[in-house]
């Protein structure tokens, strides 16, 4: 099958390796509608985070099951699914507390790939969720966003706490911040302060449901922030980064006894425990439990309510998979559809 | 009036200053019943917060109103009443929303100090919470600790989440975190381990409510909450320390999920991003919102439902201030009182 395999940073090629298969009798084997990439497949691209040698890159994925193993009882072939970027039982303690992401058994699908015309999904009654029925074609990107990034946009506000009443901060114009508004907006948050500076993803956070733009960072955007809100800060602040200045942006944009809700993937970032301390927030995130939104998130895709996939501006087939991170790496495209 | 002065690292001493009066029109002057000391108090005694010249200490108070501002409504001279160690207006977004220690008009306590004859009280309307009536002598200690640390024990074990049907982890076991165990005996927790390697405390531990104690301290204090929690870690965990050991001790003891009240004063503390990004735990804390509590506590407290008072081990006049610290500072006691 082709799969997209990265050698080095900067270094995406589409190679012929042996097809998926079943190797555990709980997995099942996927046929991809479409695949993509993610902001953090944009880590190792940058060299900001390790390869040990050509890695099958990808964790997001839709499709049809082509094969499930013998232990498989509630997955079936032919079934369209969509699963999130963590395997989970779904039977554990953490799982049924809604941390499937932390699963006691958890695979984490970027260590298997998925950006191929086969993917093997473990735990495959625990991982995957069927669609009512075959989507339409043009529900097919909002299915394939609900695998990631509107699953951990929808997290993170939740873990903000986002609501009726409420005003929220989004640090972060990427696909999940952008899908941070869309949920915001889904909770009912009264204010979406979208923090942005690029025209097009301003024009994108508005659509999504924001409804103020603030273009300074740092200790300006905090600023600006507390001038929206009476001095006091965001109710509700979305990170959506991963950065010092952005976690720090979003902690110190929230009031006092406000929630931070923080999906981008920590790279160096250290967080001082005094400024913590004497800032009173709530802090909650990590690798968001998908699996827990899915069935709703399908079901508001399927009614056609959200149309997550409007952040895919950019679709090329799987062969030009290295122009996808090229234009995503240069911030040309939010997020980019591989087609098989 | 006497008041404990601080002229130096490890050097306390009581000494006549004018009295305390009221100087804005919404203080109040109250008669502590008795003073303490803070396990806080001892940052400066070791040298590790900064002194800024001779300082009035102390924070936590109960006692009587001699005198009120003109613009204090709700309050009245001869009432006796309980305080936090933050004077708050009560009527801010800030206070509405239960976060008192973090009023738009906030004033610490410790800014003022509070072991002394006489103790000033800014916003005394919305700090001050009156007592059903004059205590008992015997009620005293209790009140007292709910100005701080009962008040603070209770706030860590809210933030953590602990309740019906969860496993507790409390590190420290100071003052603090032995009614942090007390704290979450009263809302409900099913199991709640106190670490602890003082015999005295443990025993202590036990009679506010721990059903286990672990020695262990660190990593090995960690693997020790897991096998105890079938690999997972517990529900909620209240870190009652401040130091780098401490969070990261409570951080690991709990489960993906789980929910970390952290009170101790963070001194020298830094977060690892990621980390605390695959931990996923909710973290909240930060100087305690006591106010919020009061009521309810001295509720229980008039009951005789609790007793808090326990945590003092040690009272002596307020002459002898400089052996209540040298018996903190050296663990000798959990928590002194000065009778005045």
New interface residues.
């Given amino acids: 099958m082709r799969a997209v395999i990265m050698h080095a940073p900067g270094d995406v090629r589409v190679e012929q390796i042996p097809d998926a298969s079943i190797v555990e009798p709980t997995d099942a084997v996927i046929r991809p509608a479409a695949v993509c990439v993610c902001g953090s497949d944009l880590w190792p691209y940058r060299g900001i985070e390790p390869l040990h040698g050509p890695t099958a890159m990808g964790h997001e994925y839709v499709g049809v099951v082509e094969q499930v193993g013998d232990a498989v009882r509630e997955i079936e072939v032919g079934d369209f699914v969509v699963g999130s970027f963590v395997a989970s039982d779904n039977t554990c303690?953490?799982c049924r507390?809604?941390?499937q992401?932390?699963c006691?058994h958890q695979v984490m699908m970027g260590s298997v790939g998925t950006q191929s015309e086969l993917v093997r999904v473990p735990h495959a009654d625990g991982t995957l969720v069927r669609t009512p029925g075959m989507p339409e074609p043009d529900l097919i990107p909002s299915l394939l966003a609900a695998s990631d990034v509107l699953g951990t946009g929808w997290f993170a506000a939740v873990a903000a706490e986002a609501g009726p009443g409420k005003t929220v901060a989004v640090v972060g114009d990427g696909a999940v911040g952008l899908l941070g508004v869309l949920a915001a907006r889904e909770l009912g948050a009264e204010r979406i302060i979208a923090m942005s500076r690029h025209a097009d993803r301003q024009a994108l956070a508005r659509e999504l449901g924001a409804t103020d733009i603030v273009e300074e960072r740092g200790a300006a955007g905090v600023e600006r922030i507390k001038e929206l809100t009476?001095?006091?800060g965001a109710h509700s602040t979305i990170e959506a980064v991963?950065t010092?200045e952005a976690?720090e942006q979003a902690i110190g944009a929230t009031?006092?006894?406000g929630h931070v809700g923080?999906v981008g993937?920590?790279?160096?970032?250290?967080?001082?425990?005094?400024g913590?301390?004497?800032?009173?927030?709530?802090?909650?995130?990590?690798?968001a439990?998908v699996r827990r939104f899915l069935p709703d998130l399908i079901d508001r895709i399927w009614r056609r309510e959200i149309d997550p996939g409007k952040v895919f501006d950019l679709t090329v087939p799987i062969e030009r998979a290295a122009e996808a991170y090229a234009a995503m790496d240069e911030r040309r495209a939010v997020k980019a559809m591989l087609t098989l």
Same sequence: chains 1, 2.
């Fill in positions: 303690d953490i507390a809604g941390y992401s932390r006691v009476d001095g006091l991963g010092q976690m009031r006092p006894g923080f993937v920590s790279h160096d970032v250290q967080l001082d425990g005094l913590l301390f004497f800032s009173s927030v709530h802090l909650h995130g990590g690798p439990p």
